[in-house]
């Protein structure tokens, strides 16, 4: 007469094994699912926030420095033939003047553009995420207002 004890001992190690690979998946999916939700809502964020600079900026006339500063309530940096830069952390909440680190998580730039066209200003508006030293574009959008006219507020 056999014993099954062997064989069954095999069957739980085995099942054990299958079960593990099948939790390894299913983690690495949650993984993958938070990473996906972080940046749709990163990618939110980006479009509302740049969308608010892009209609300041028409309704102020093109003065892109007043734009950000009216959305922001700070002065934004401006590096030449680049620029305006504001800097915001983790949590989308822009450093104050004396706070300004040396990196961000997420940087707003809105940069005038030639329209080529007399009487007609050209700008884009463009957000930025900060992972692990590379940039990523995350929303980018041009506008265009008649300059020397400011609409009526």
Request: include cysteine; charge should be negative; glycine fraction near 8%.
């Amino acid at each position: 007469m056999r014993r099954k004890a062997p064989l069954t001992m095999m069957e739980l190690m085995v099942m054990t094994v299958v079960f593990a690979l099948c939790a390894a998946l299913c983690l690495q999916a949650f993984v993958e699912s938070d990473r996906l939700s972080r940046r749709a809502q990163a990618r939110d964020q980006a479009v509302v926030l740049c969308q608010s600079v892009a209609e300041m900026i028409r309704h102020n006339g093109g003065d892109l420095k007043s734009a950000m500063t009216q959305v922001n309530g700070t002065e934004p940096v401006q590096r030449d033939g680049f620029g305006w830069f504001e800097g915001y952390d983790e949590n989308w909440q822009i450093f104050s003047d004396g706070d300004r680190p040396v990196s961000s998580s997420y940087t707003l730039r809105v940069m005038e553009l030639d329209s080529s066209l007399d009487g007609l200003g050209k700008a884009n508006v463009e957000a930025f995420a900060w992972e692990s030293g590379e940039m990523e574009s995350l929303f980018s959008i041009e506008i265009f207002w008649q300059k020397g006219v400011i609409p009526n507020g």
